[in-house]
């Protein structure tokens, strides 16, 4: 993914911070005159006429868009993201996820580890209380899984309870997901999900975050950041949430998004279920018992693997005798570690140190819980 200049960055971060300037005008500015450098290069006069800025607000855009103060910092927190790997992309830029920018409120500024493509288009966010029931944690990763294998890209938010188990059962599953971010990159939370985003962004998932590296994963935040996980995919899904949960926010922003709204129904005296419970009753959710009923009010049909003509593959490269054993042995689902021992005959030990040979070659991959598949 390419990252906008750091001239441009510093320029929109200098728009940001500047007083009674909002994002909502920030984006307007970009629709008009098509980056930050153009508005910092056009006649602060223009600008605000064209915008119709008030007196406070056009005084705050000349400082603004002329304070230097922060320069400096900006220039570090774009350094710093492109040094773990990332990329910052504006809206109204080529590589900005297209359906993100037709919501209402899109970020100025994106900050993304891994990449974003046409591909997760067909997306759904999973999101539900942080402290799930077995019952909820049970039917995220079914549903997780059973998305996946319809190619869908699931979209979170990287919390505790039906987040995390909406991220581990895609990846477990060997699909791709999406991590949105309340903070910024320095201050990941909750701090134990970090090996988490690190195996997401390592299996060809992303993490995302309109925030600045070291911003803090202050309350505030999160509801901003459910405005991106609902707008990112095709809906949201909400597993079990009380009737004033924040997955409920989600729920909301997708409604007003015009993106579609499910609900898994949960038992009507557990409060973890009053918020999905109550999205049903009110019909602002349609009610989910399977992956197939998703597909359905989306209007996609179901992969049909049965009938499906098997992709051609590249032949693999000259394989060692135990290689090409356990390259015949994986799929194109995980398989764990013991499976590939006892379906090849061979120790876990051989099939790890021919396994790592394998991901050598680009010909195969791992997945969290020791679980291996074909690229």
Known sequence: MTPIPIDEYIALRRLLNSARIGIVSVRAMLDLFGSGLKTAETPAKVVGESLRLNEAAYKGFIEGVNNSDFDEEFRKDYDYILSIGGAVISYGS????????????????????????????KSLGIVGTRTPTPYGTRIATDIATGLVNENFTIISGLARGIDTTAHKATLAAGGRTIAVLGSGFKNLYPPENRKLAKEITENNGAIITEYPPAAKPDAINFPARNRIISGLGLGVLVVEAAEKGGALHTAAFANDQGRAVFAIPGNINSKKSGGTNRLIQNGEAKLVMETDDILEELNIKPIDRANAEPEELPTPPDLSIFEEKIFSALGFQPIHIDEISAATGLSVSECLSNLLSLELKGIIRQTPGKNFVKR
């Open 94 to 121: 080529e590589s900005y996820p297209a359906q993100l920018a037709n919501i209402y409120d899109p970020p100025v500024l994106l900050n993304i580890i891994g990449e974003i493509s046409e591909k997760d288009e």
